[in-house]
């Protein structure tokens, strides 16, 4: 398929100008004025900021195990429809994907989708947090980042040890910082809310203080770590300190820790159930602000869908997790105002980068992602635009669940259009 993106502002990693794209092939070939539409489909994207595809870094597709809340399938559709060309999936399904097999199997049911599926490997067997997974067998499919995800690596002589098998093999270890035992099974934020609710807490210090070990192992060890969706200011300033003194970090924050507060809990909606949990508007509004200012690497959706009847649940026996793949670019707009730059850094060159999704033969069957509009890149291209509004509908979702807490909520922003190695996969948002 041959096309033409017409009368959009393409978005550079520090700059923006106005111009046409022409991909053939899958590959962008042309970019300037006024160019050729021979033998080419039209895109218009007037009004629109045009730049790399989304990557996402932390998706939960549930397969194998929990086909009934999403699928590889019904999850890629979700992200080709958020602007996605690239997905990374997490390994805490059922079993968990510690193992060559079952990682082969993710990888060949998502090369049958329109987007890229990657795979993120458990950093332990079973995720139980004790001895180590295959790390270089998965790497040698093409895995390049590990996570316990759901569950911190809670023993730090495991996490070291797994740091310094990773570091030769060029591996980035991510973490979900919370001490269980500090946690103690709460459901919401520890602090004045949750004791007038009624609801057990689930303390700040738990996150902070595993985000402050793997600091200290990262330095000890010479690793590399990612952070999962942080939630607090002082993570974020923790994080931003380490990488201030060069040690190799990275962080994401998910959308509903920039857009809602521990406020959303008063209702009792299992909707904003979420680990770690929502916090008081000053993490918020900290996380909200530091958005624009560089201390963040990717905005990660931690899309986490459940069927109806567990998510139904009351609050304190409901899983934790909402949606995020098809709001989190209107969420993200929303946030940082007029900012196509920082746009398409947190949501693309960003989480390319530490999933290692830049280069073509980094994956295997991969395309490169997170790149820049140029001729000789690979079309992976969204059409976004800036001004559209909406409101956001559980029942219009392509994914599978629908326990999204954004279900009624003004939107302002959204995906025209999804190229994935030069296809249309999504135009004037509808899937082709």
């Given at each position: ?12 990693p ?7 794209i ?9 970019v300037?004025?006024a ?59 059922e ?6 097999p ?5 990888l060949?049911q ?23 997974a295959?790390?270089?067998?998965l790497?040698?499919?093409?895995v390049?980042l ?5 569950t911190?690596?809670?023993n ?16 980035r ?23 007038q ?135 993200t ?22 999933a ?77």
């Amino acid at each position: 398929m041959n096309l033409v993106i017409r009368g959009g502002t393409i978005v550079g990693p520090d700059t923006v100008f106005r111009a046409d794209i022409r991909i053939e092939s899958g590959v962008i070939v042309a970019v300037g004025e006024a160019l050729s539409t021979a033998n080419a489909t039209i895109i218009d994207a007037s009004g629109c900021w045009v730049g790399p595809a989304f990557v996402d870094i932390h998706t939960h597709l549930r397969e194998p195990g929990r086909e009934a809340a999403e699928t590889i399938a019904s999850g890629a559709l979700a992200a080709a429809m958020g602007g996605f060309s690239a997905v990374v999936a997490m390994p805490n399904t059922e079993p968990a994907l510690d193992n060559v097999p079952l990682v082969s199997y993710v990888l060949a049911q998502g090369a049958k989708t329109a987007i890229d599926v990657a795979v993120a490997g458990a950093i332990t067997l079973g995720r139980k947090g004790e001895s180590l997974a295959p790390l270089a067998e998965l790497a040698a499919l093409g895995v390049r980042l590990f996570t316990d995800d759901g569950t911190g690596v809670q023993n730090p002589l495991v996490m070291r040890r797994a740091l310094e098998y990773a570091a030769p093999l060029g591996l980035r270890l991510a973490q979900h910082c919370e001490d269980e035992q500090l946690a103690n099974g709460g459901v919401m934020n520890e602090g004045v809310l949750s004791a007038q609710l009624g609801l057990a807490g689930r303390s700040a210090v738990a996150e902070e203080l595993m985000v402050q070990r793997d600091i200290a192992l990262v330095r000890l060890t010479g690793g590399r770590v990612h952070f999962l969706h942080l939630s607090t200011a002082t993570s974020l300033a923790m994080v931003t300190a380490a990488r201030l003194e060069g040690l190799d970090v990275t962080c994401e924050v998910a959308p509903h820790h920039f857009v809602l507060s521990e406020e959303a809990c008063r209702t009792f909606d299992p909707q904003f159930k979420v680990h770690p949990p929502l916090r008081p508007e000053a993490d918020r509004a900290a996380l909200h602000a530091a958005l624009s200012t560089g201390a963040i690497d990717a905005v990660a959706t931690d899309h986490a869908p459940h069927t109806p009847e567990l998510k139904d649940l009351a609050f304190d026996e409901a899983p934790a997790g909402m949606l995020g793949l098809e709001h989190v670019a209107a969420l993200t707009n929303e946030a940082l105002g007029a900012n196509p730059v920082a746009f398409f850094n947190l949501l693309s060159r960003g989480p390319a980068r530490i999933a290692q999704l830049r280069a073509s033969d980094a994956r295997v069957g991969l395309s490169a992602h997170g790149g820049v509009i140029m001729v000789g890149e690979d079309a992976n291209v969204v059409v976004f635009d800036p001004s559209q509004t909406w409101v956001g509908d559980r029942n219009a979702l392509h994914s599978k669940a629908t326990n999204t807490p954004y279900h009624g909520r003004p939107l302002v922003g959204r995906v025209r259009s999804t190229i994935v190695k030069g296809r249309l996969v999504v135009h004037e948002g509808v899937l082709q």
